[in-house]
């Protein structure tokens, strides 16, 4: 079964620090790993999507690394802003045996708060 | 853009009531899925459909039930409403799911349900 794990849970930074979240999963056999923004009261926002045969993508002040072998993803925000602030989930995507669907596996997210 | 929309987005039931989640999407996606957000967890699927008259479980359907009559709406009903089932729940669509497909899920705001 995949497992997927987002550390730190929680963190607060000041206005302009460079900062890295971190996701981990336990089974390499995915399709494509995703990053998500969740604002409260809101629902998801794809911020990037990493494909199994891709390193990296890069949006803007945000980029996210795959090293598939090893299971792990970094979402790099450069120059944070008060304005980033909110949670960010982790998603894999693999497909299940006797599925038809690649269905996603989420971590419990990381909630970030930047300061004025 | 209306995109997908989820009514209510607040509902306070009593055990052992029942009711209906509603969501519709304008974006003529084939694929659309019910996902549940329990405290500082990830979202867990609960239904999917691939189009309309075709639906399936996904990891934590008891309790659940679903219907797909047409492309737009994707409803999800509580017969028997139990404790264990207040979460916030988003639903979510997609144009093709093919489990190596890179399209990004769309998802709606959330109806955050208490059951006491």
């Known amino acids: 079964k995949q497992e997927v794990t987002q550390i730190p849970a929680a963190l607060s930074v000041p206005e302009g620090e460079n900062l890295v979240l971190n996701c981990s999963f336990t089974?390499?056999?995915?399709?494509?790993l995703q990053w998500f923004r969740q604002d409260p009261g809101k629902g998801l926002t794809s911020l990037l999507l990493?494909?199994?045969?891709?390193r990296e993508q890069t949006s803007g002040r945000l980029n996210a690394s795959l090293d598939k072998s090893s299971g792990r993803s970094t979402l790099y925000i450069a120059a944070s802003q008060p304005g980033d602030s909110a949670t960010y989930l982790c998603?894999?995507?693999?497909?299940?045996?006797?599925?038809?669907?690649?269905?996603?596996?989420f971590g419990r997210g990381t909630q970030l708060t930047v300061w004025p | 853009n209306a995109g997908v929309t989820q009514t209510p987005k607040f509902r306070i039931l009593k055990i052992g009531q029942s009711m209906t989640l509603q969501c519709t999407q304008d974006?003529?996606?084939?694929?659309m899925y019910w996902y549940r957000q329990d405290p500082g967890m990830g979202l867990k699927l609960i239904y999917y459909?691939?189009?309309?008259?075709?639906?399936d479980k996904g990891e934590v359907p008891n309790g659940y039930n679903v219907s797909r009559s047409t492309t737009e709406d994707f409803p999800l009903r509580l017969e028997l409403a139990a404790p264990s089932q207040t979460s916030v729940y988003f639903c979510?669509?997609?144009?093709?799911?093919?489990?190596?497909?890179?399209?990004?899920?769309?998802f709606g705001d959330g109806t955050r349900l208490s059951i006491l």
């Open positions: 974006m003529n996606h084939n694929y």
């Open positions: 459909s691939v189009g309309a008259g075709i639906t």
């Open positions: 979510a669509s997609s144009y093709k799911e093919a489990p190596y497909s890179n399209q990004p899920q769309h």
């Open positions: 990493i494909q199994s045969s891709q």
């Open positions: 998603a894999v995507k693999r497909k299940d045996r006797g599925s038809t669907l690649g269905r996603l596996y």
């Open positions: 089974d390499s056999a995915i399709y494509n």
